[in-house]
């Protein structure tokens, strides 16, 4: 199988997280003694097969850019899309676009991890013919984070608001496998969000789902990035 390029969305404020943390980015936060980015870049050295990754970094870009810049444990190039103003996860994925080289990208979130088979999700959707496909996450609450509706073949139907109340369902778990043609029409340098304004538009074309089994968890609330360390350790992520 052909390697592919990544893109990890490393740019954001984390206003939630700097209550606890407030002298470091979110993708920075010390779990166990290592940056969760770390966590992300090793899942990725884990799959073999992907060529370079590209961190796109804004807020206390410096502190990121630091710590990878020289790194030689993975067996990927690490490279940096630097946001001077921040775009969204959808301007941010579009500026970080022109370091890549490969036809599909994986694109992950940097405050999330998710223990999948990176390999098996990238040969499903080279299977599918997929314009893109999403990690998708069974949840018994889904209030949190908003619902993924899909049909029998696994084609993402709609993505629904969060809501009062428990509503078990599947949620997205920010790892994608997208076609970079899919953004060729998007301005570089335009504010946009991914979940927003891109998601509800791209499932008029085919976007299937691809449901993970392991463990999952973001750190964008500190309840969970308090947990985390025990939860990913404890539990044979590492």
């Known amino acids: 199988m052909k ?9 954001g404020l984390g206003t939630r997280l700097r209550k606890v943390v407030p002298d470091l980015p979110k993708p920075m936060v010390s779990i166990n003694g290592k940056p969760f980015l770390d966590l992300i870049l090793s899942l990725l050295n884990k799959c073999g097969s992907i060529e370079r990754v590209i961190l796109a970094v804004g807020y206390m870009a410096d502190k990121i850019i630091e710590k990878f810049e020289k790194s030689s444990e993975y067996n990927f190039k690490v490279l940096f899309s630097v946001e001077e103003t921040l775009l969204g996860t959808g301007g941010a994925i579009k500026k970080a676009l022109k370091y890549t080289k490969t036809e599909n990208v994986l694109v992950l979130n940097g405050d999330s991890y998710v223990d999948i088979d990176l390999y098996d999700f990238l040969k499903k ?83 299937f789902g691809y449901i993970g089994k392991g463990k999952f968890i973001d ?15 404890k539990e044979g992520v590492k």
């Open 125 to 207: 959707h080279l299977q599918t013919k997929a314009d893109m496909t999403i990690v998708l996450k069974e949840l018994e609450n889904t209030n949190r984070y908003g619902s993924v509706k899909i049909d029998e073949n696994n084609k993402i139907t709609c993505f629904e608001e969060k809501k009062p109340g428990v509503s078990k369902g599947y949620i997205n778990a920010g790892i994608y496998l997208i076609k970079r043609s899919l953004f060729d029409n998007l301005k570089e340098n335009t504010v946009i969000s991914l979940e927003k304004e891109l998601l509800p538009v791209f499932i008029k074309k085919d976007v």
């Open 219 to 233: 750190i964008g609330i500190p309840e969970n990035y308090r947990i985390a360390g025990k939860y990913l350790y």
């Open 3 to 11: 390697k592919i390029d990544s893109i990890i969305l490393a740019g």
